[in-house]
């Protein structure tokens, strides 16, 4: 997000520089019509607000939402992984008391966007 903060920054500027400037309003739409599907709901929102937020308070709100939105991808994985396990599973007696759970890997892996992102990998135990 912070990249993507950046280019479009640098583009205004570079439009401001040949007395071409972008009006705040059109900063605003433009720079949310760039927005991935993930910030659906930040778009809806921010286009609701009364009064508009400022460039600088919507930068700010658009870091917070990335922010929470990589906190929250490894839980809802998590969810998905446990919730697809149960609804496979079939419907007979088991055959030990034990409750199986989905394992996971957590991995870290460095990317040019954000140095230190998670990766969830499900792990299977075998079904034999």
Sequence with gaps: MAAYLRTFKNSCDSLASINAPVSQSDMFTFLLAGLPSDYESFVTTAKLQRP????????????????????????????????????????????????ESPSVLVQEVNTSESPTATLVLPCFPSLA
């Design 52 to 99: 508009k937020p400022t460039m600088a308070e919507l930068r700010s709100s658009l870091l917070l939402h990335e922010s929470w939105l990589q906190q929250m991808h490894p839980i809802t994985l998590l969810m998905i992984l446990y919730t697809n396990r149960v609804r496979t599973r079939p419907r007979t007696r088991p055959t030990s008391t034990r409750m």
